[in-house]
């Protein structure tokens, strides 16, 4: 691959089923995005039902969009992506929580997480463990999550900002803020 220079990738709705091996050479790609989003080109769906490895290779990388894909599971080691510091799991309704919030709590560095559309009313007690996080975005349909973020999320995540569609107050958007717009979208 030639274009070695690259800071961001958009291959959402590509019919992929994983990333190609060379993808390690993209040293200075920042920002990557594998999702499914538009419902009109389903045809064209990523079909990436295990987390792409050779993303593990490229601790440059600090924004990942993995939207509405058929993953279940993170990998352990997914702290070896140090930079990473924005992910977004939007749509994806099949992962194991319990397991992603462990994975999750390993990465120091992460302000931002999108887990919209997962389709629950709570989350697994782990998501305590994100102490770092700055900018939670959790939309439901009907907003059947709100009683869970009022009474419950608040408390296990203190110094975390929760976006859940609470009239008059718009959601960061994670794919064309900076990082430092980001946090200080936090508190």
């Known amino acids: 691959i030639h274009l070695t220079q690259i800071e961001n990738l958009v291959f959402a709705d590509n019919n992929l089923t994983t990333l190609?091996?060379?993808?390690?050479?993209?040293?200075?790609?920042k920002s990557l995005d594998i999702s499914n989003v538009h419902t009109a080109m389903a045809e064209y769906y990523n079909d990436i039902q295990r987390?792409?490895?050779?993303?593990?290779?490229?601790?440059?990388?600090?924004?990942?969009f993995l939207e509405k894909l058929p993953l279940r599971n993170l990998p352990k080691d997914l702290y070896r992506m140090k930079s990473l510091q924005v992910?977004?799991?939007?749509?994806?309704?099949?992962?194991?929580?319990?397991?992603?919030?462990?994975v999750l709590s390993t990465m120091r560095n992460l302000v931002a997480l999108d887990l919209s559309f997962i389709g629950r009313r709570t989350l697994p007690k782990?998501?305590?463990k994100l102490k770092n996080l700055k900018v939670l975005i959790w939309?439901?349909?009907?907003?059947?999550n709100a009683d869970y973020i009022e009474n419950t999320l608040k408390v296990l995540l203190p110094d975390t900002r929760i976006y859940y569609g609470k009239k008059g107050i718009a959601s960061p958007f994670l794919r064309?803020?900076?990082?430092?717009?980001?946090?200080?979208?936090g508190y």
């Open 20 to 29: 190609p091996a060379f993808f390690f050479n993209l040293n200075y790609l």
């Open 51 to 64: 987390f792409p490895k050779v993303l593990l290779r490229m601790p440059g990388l600090e924004k990942l």
């Open 87 to 102: 992910l977004s799991l939007n749509g994806n309704r099949e992962m194991n929580l319990s397991q992603t919030f462990e």
């Open 126 to 128: 782990n998501i305590s």
């Open 139 to 144: 939309h439901e349909e009907n907003k059947l």
């Open 176 to 185: 064309g803020n900076s990082i430092n717009t980001l946090k200080k979208a």
